[in-house]
């Protein structure tokens, strides 16, 4: 993997109250995205909208809001299992092979390098259930 350490770490056990939660969507013709993140303990809520991009993108997106709105550790929730596994295991490999998949270029690499560079407890979530 080219020495590439990976900054993010599997969530065990409970989590915490200050996590916070991330989902994405997109729909349309053209495309358009919606990305949200709220923290629960502080109700505290991000969201941003835009156009062009999946909803594989806004997932990952609402994770690089979170990171780059706070400092510390930082305890991040998503239902997304591509946005999970990315980050807990896939990111530095990504990173050795220059960000091609199977000779492509992966979605989102601008906001894949930018991740890199953070770092976070990651939990996968159930999504998509009523509360």
């Not at 994770?63 to 946005?83: F, K, Q, R, Y």
Request: aromatic share 12%; net charge negative; proline share 7%.
């Amino acid at each position: 993997m080219g020495g590439t350490l990976n900054p993010y770490v599997e969530g065990q056990g409970p989590i915490p109250q200050v996590a916070w939660y991330t989902d994405g969507s997109c729909h349309g013709q053209p495309l358009t995205w919606a990305a949200m993140a709220l923290q629960l303990s502080t109700e505290i809520f991000w969201h941003e909208t835009g156009a062009g991009q999946s909803s594989q993108w806004a997932e990952l997106g609402t994770v690089s809001l979170v990171l780059m709105n706070e400092t510390g550790p930082v305890h991040i929730c998503t239902d997304s299992w591509a946005v999970y596994q990315g980050l807990t295991l896939w990111l530095p490999w990504w990173a050795a092979q220059e960000w091609m998949i199977d000779h492509l270029w992966g979605q989102g690499p601008d906001l894949w390098k930018q991740d890199l560079q953070q770092g976070a407890i990651i939990y996968h979530v159930p999504g998509h259930r009523p509360l």
